[in-house]
């Protein structure tokens, strides 16, 4: 029997092959659907603000798996419509919500390119060129914000992965036992410090590598919403003299909610004297480093022991990229290392299982490398500036507008309120407070389902506000200039609950 279905399988050709003539034709159709959907981003609503229950309808959502299969280019066409028409476009220029960028075209290409020949970037061996481009794309990332090049590090999903993996460097090299052997139990209690501004990252680390919440140390920010490094050095010597074992802190080169920058010199300082891991969360803000106007702090990155960027957001990549950059190379494998005897790898080269938490890896070096080519270090210095000049601009209009308030401005994120004149006089008494958070919070509802624009929400010394971020080639003055009024125009129409 099973003889009889090998000889059947002579020469076969499987429901998925294509032939040559056939891959052409679909993937020329499927390229020029998808330069008809960027030539048409502008004028396309930023989202079509649907509910979910319509948007399963449109899929057909409760339909069962297909018993029998159908033509491929029906398929494409069907899916590049259902995506166009029913996505939020974090490309469009008036795109303006949480710390997600506009794509690179040639990060599109790079996608089919990597995906055609399919590597596992986890040995060598099995991804010889990919490795390599890999290396040298983690190098040009350091050169870039001015981190030492001959740095360990690799590429992961994102800022989530990134962190996690530089935490994990720091938990294998501050711990006087074994602890990937024997746990976090059998040592004195690890506590790491950051500030209450840092991404939710820390707690989800803590909680995965065992060591809990209570195990962060939670330093209060200035009023720029920066690390208070009094703070930290008092909160510091009292966990020392309760007999803890502090080992890690996190300084962030840009926060979600702001955009502050930690004083990460004087972090770096204050670990150096007492031997202490520090971690930069530099996942956005890293990568404006490399801009002449950089805020000085920056120029902690270069001291750090480990770096979490995010091509994806500040380099224009598709998803998914995040980079851990770790300053010592062996503090990576022996944070990851482990050799079974069914790997037969070698360690002539890298291999990124060895030195990661993923054994099979896509090969996300490609879109990141062919785009730091394409635009150069000078474009890229060019292009992140010009995203900073445009949330100054827009900070600049709030703050003249009439009936709005601009809160803060740092690197690329504004923040602002809405502000009826009738309450400008009496801001900071408790019922107006009350009132204008509420406002905001309609008001932003109101901006998010326009589809005219998108932005979302930051609390900014217990201000509600909202929060612009311009990580976006596409957007132009004309789209800053235009918002301030339009805001005030929607801002009314909320208040009087049209």
């Known amino acids: 029997m099973i003889s009889n279905r090998a000889d059947q399988l002579r020469g076969r050709s499987a429901p998925l092959e294509m032939t040559e003539e056939q891959f052409r034709a679909l993937g020329h159709d499927l390229v020029d659907r998808i330069a008809g959907f960027l030539a048409s981003v502008r004028e ?21 798996l297909p018993e029998l299969g159908a033509p491929a280019g029906d398929l494409l066409q069907r899916a590049a419509g259902l995506l166009f028409d029913h996505s939020l476009l974090n490309g ?8 997600t960028s506009s794509c690179a075209p040639i990060g599109i290409l790079a996608e089919l390119l990597a995906a055609a ?11 010889p060129m990919a490795t390599e481009i890999e290396a040298q794309t983690i190098r040009w990332l350091a050169q870039f914000i001015g981190y030492p090049a001959d740095c360990g590090g690799l590429l992961v999903s994102g800022g989530n992965m990134a962190n996690l993996t530089c935490f994990l460097a720091a938990r294998a090299a501050k711990t006087d036992w074994d602890v990937r052997k024997q746990g976090v139990a059998a040592g004195r209690s690890l506590l790491v410090y950051a ?12 909680d995965i590598t065992g060591l809990g919440t209570d195990s962060i140390r939670w330093i209060d920010a200035d009023r720029q919403q920066r690390m208070d490094v009094a703070a930290l050095e008092l909160q510091y010597t009292r966990d020392l003299a309760a007999g803890a074992r502090p080992f890690l802190v996190v300084g962030s080169a840009g926060t979600v909610s702001t955009g502050a920058v930690d004083p990460l ?29 950089a805020p000085p702090e ?8 480990s770096v979490a960027v995010d091509p994806h957001k500040w380099l224009y990549a598709p998803l998914e990229a995040g980079c851990a950059l770790v300053r010592n190379p062996a503090a990576l494998s022996e944070a ?11 360690g002539e080269a890298t291999n990124y299982f060895d030195i990661g938490p993923q054994n099979s890896r896509g090969f996300r070096a490609l879109k990141v490398w062919l785009a730091l080519q394409q635009a150069g270090a000078a474009q890229y210095r060019e292009m992140i500036g010009d995203d900073i000049a445009l949330a100054r601009r827009l900070f600049e209009l709030a703050s003249e507008h009439p009936e709005l308030e601009a809160l803060s401005h740092n690197l690329s994120i504004t923040t602002l309120r809405y502000v009826p004149r009738e309450l400008r006089e009496s801001t900071g008494s408790e019922q107006t407070e009350v009132e204008l958070n509420r406002l905001n919070q309609e008001l932003l509802t109101r901006i998010e389902s326009s589809g005219h624009a998108f932005c979302s929400n930051a609390v900014v010394e217990g201000r509600y506000a909202l929060r612009f971020c ?20 929607l801002g009314r129409q909320t208040q009087g609950g049209q």
């Open 44 to 64: 396309r609503p930023v989202t079509p603000a649907e509910a979910p229950d319509a948007v399963r309808a449109v899929l057909g959502a409760t339909q069962a």
């Open 92 to 99: 469009h220029p008036r795109f303006f919500g949480y710390i």
């Open 117 to 127: 020949v399919n590597a596992n970037v986890g040995a060598w061996k099995l991804s």
């Open 195 to 206: 500030s209450r501004e840092t991404h939710t990252w820390l707690q989800k680390a803590v």
């Open 265 to 293: 010199p004087a972090l770096a300082a204050f670990c150096r004297e007492r031997e202490l891991w520090f971690h930069v969360d530099g996942a956005y803000g890293a990568f404006a480093a490399a801009t002449p106007d």
């Open 298 to 305: 920056l120029a902690g990155l270069a001291l750090a022991d």
């Open 336 to 346: 990851f290392s482990y050799h079974p005897s069914y790997y037969s790898f070698g």
């Open 470 to 489: 311009i990580v976006n080639f596409r957007t132009a003055t004309e789209d800053i200039e235009a918002l301030p009024q339009w805001i005030a125009d």
